[in-house]
């Protein structure tokens, strides 16, 4: 067992990376030899070791095996992140596989622009105070008034809870941090914690939080002032830590990775749900004097989906639904929800009055609701500790070809049917489903009501496999025969026929019919060609089944 004032040494004369100190908080493991220490979180699939391992003596990448080893023996991948660059470069060179997620930008009080030191001016001048304090040493109402501006902060920003490296904790190991604060009218507004990173005489402003109602400028003050004091007590630099999926550049853009394609799509086109693009800008305004990458070290060689749920559960602990909660709670009302619903359906469709607001979906959305619980419900019952589906419950209630003619489609076999697609293999599938569920059948419900949503649903459900496995039958038995007994033998679970029938049914409403069925169709022929999949072609019969329910329920309107 590694002791904390043990670790706190170590961090001391080897942590050079802004996150050491941060793996002094509870919640982490240690890997510990003689050539060093790791922090690292266990999840169910992966040892996820937090940053740079603190290196006493020998070689970083010999203690990574060794790390790496003593995860297989627990039955377990080994990742590593944020790492530094000169970390990664060696990781490379020794065959295991590291990609950039970010860039880590480094200030010094003289680089930050006059623009920015302009906006700090403005409210100094309306009578704000910046002052570097003592928690141990300020009144208990002081502190519960700093407490109050934390839990409103959080509240504001409707994020799941973080965990890892990500964790909010000011108060945790005090007598390490630098605090300073701004006094506005009297009032506190807002508060500023930086932990040491002893090694490179720098400090890392992890902790910079404030009232939702704080004046503007209130972060660039403190931003500003903390670098200065903390240069006069003998700082180099420092820094505001990590900002994902930053552009990547120069040598590391010139490698082509697919993964980088997609890093720069979530960039640009997911800022409306986490500020990937908004945080970077915000850091880029103080002219950091340099840029570090950080980056992720797969030490099994390769990024697998066990790791990227290793990392998701080490920062995410609660599980999947909150961070699916927070991530619907986050897409702004200030949208035009309304303007985008209109513009999406048919002249001839007259649905329910537009929703003014998410919350106003969310309530009016009962039928998707209750089948989302249900197949959250349904998830954790049927699946192990891994959370991937039992296999004792995929050969009683998955589809197949042999399990359809075992049980044809009789009142048992709807009953089969229907199980299996409240089954799912994993979290991942699972995901997905529920993804789409809030995205296009909440869409469907508001325009043609939860009667519909429920028909449509469930005669997916039932019918698609069936009518699929009759129609590809002759085809595969006769064209494709080396196939047959894999396609017979296929299995299938999961609720997307039933949400394929109800876009099939919702393309029905909008001026872009043909386009969704071809684009959806398509995306299945694709999968099915990658995967070698056949049974996967239900999903077009499922669309199509919705389709002519849509046509026919629209022609009544």
């Known amino acids: 067992m590694v002791m904390k004032s043990e670790l706190l040494n170590s961090v001391s004369l080897y942590g050079e990376t802004s996150t050491s100190f941060l793996t002094l908080y509870d919640g982490f493991s240690y890997f510990k030899t003689n050539e060093g220490t790791l922090a690292y979180v266990s999840t169910t699939t992966a040892w996820v070791g937090a940053g740079d391992p603190l290196i006493v003596q020998g070689s970083p990448i010999e203690f990574l095996k060794q790390f790496q080893a003593a995860a297989k023996k627990m039955r377990k991948q080994a990742i590593l992140l944020p790492a530094s660059q000169g970390l990664a470069l060696e990781a490379r060179k020794e065959g295991f596989y590291a990609i950039q997620i970010g860039s880590e930008p480094w200030l ?61 904790e000011p108060w945790s190991f005090v007598t390490h941090k630098r605090y300073f604060r701004v006094i506005f009218h009297g009032a506190q507004v807002g508060y500023l914690a930086a932990v040491p990173i002893p090694a490179k005489k720098s400090w890392y402003l992890v902790d910079l939080i404030r009232a939702p109602d704080a004046p503007i400028g209130t972060t660039e003050l403190l931003i500003i002032e903390a670098t200065k004091q903390l240069k006069a007590q003998g700082a180099e630099q420092v820094t505001l830590g990590m900002s994902p999926f930053a552009p990547i550049e120069g040598d590391e853009k010139k490698l082509g990775l697919s993964a980088y394609w997609w890093f720069e799509k979530f960039y640009d086109r997911l800022n409306f ?68 619903y209109s513009s999406l359906l048919s002249p001839r469709i007259v649905p329910r009055s537009p929703p003014q607001g998410l919350l106003e979906i969310i309530q009016n959305s009962k039928a998707t609701l209750i089948l989302i619980m249900a197949n959250v419900l349904f998830f954790f019952t049927s699946t192990d500790s891994n959370f991937r589906l039992r296999p004792m419950m995929a050969e009683g209630f998955a589809f197949s070809g042999h399990h359809f003619f075992d049980q044809d489609l009789t009142f048992h076999g709807a009953v089969d049917l229907t199980m299996a697609s409240f089954l799912h293999w994993n979290t991942f599938h699972l995901f997905f489903n529920v993804m789409t569920f809030l995205f296009l059948v909440t869409f469907l419900e508001f325009v043609a009501g939860s009667a519909i ?20 039958y002759p085809v595969i038995r006769y064209v494709f025969p080396h196939s047959f007994q894999s396609f017979f033998e296929e299995r299938d679970v999961g609720s997307s026929l039933g949400i394929y029938s109800c876009i099939g049914m919702l393309a029905c409403f909008t001026k872009y019919e043909m386009k969704i069925m071809s684009a959806f169709s398509v995306g299945v022929v694709g999968y099915a060609a990658i995967t070698g999949s056949f049974l996967s072609l239900n999903h077009i019969t499922a669309i199509l089944i919705g389709y002519m329910m849509g046509k026919k329920y629209v022609a009544t309107i």
């Not at 003289?110 to 009144?139: C, M, N």
């Open 273 to 340: 749900l986490y500020g990937f693009k908004s945080l970077f800008q915000y850091k880029e305004k103080y002219n950091p004097v340099s840029w570090k990458p950080q980056f992720v070290i797969a030490l099994d060689k390769k990024i697998t989906v066990s790791m990227l749920w290793g990392i998701f559960r080490a920062i995410y602990p609660q599980g999947l639904l909150p961070v699916l909660a927070s991530l619907v709670a986050k897409i702004p009302d200030k949208l035009s929800i309304r303007k985008f």
């Open 108 to 168: 010094s009080f003289e680089s930050i622009p006059p623009k920015v030191h302009q906006q700090a001016r403005k409210l100094l001048a309306k009578s704000a105070v910046v002052e570097a304090f003592d928690p141990l040493k300020i009144s208990s109402q002081e502190r519960s008034g700093l407490d109050l501006i934390t839990q409103d902060w959080l509240d504001h920003r409707k994020t799941a809870p973080l965990s890892f490296l990500n964790k909010i």
């Open 453 to 472: 949503v429920a028909i449509t649903y469930f005669t997916g459900v039932i019918l698609a496999n069936p009518f699929t496995l009759v129609i590809l």
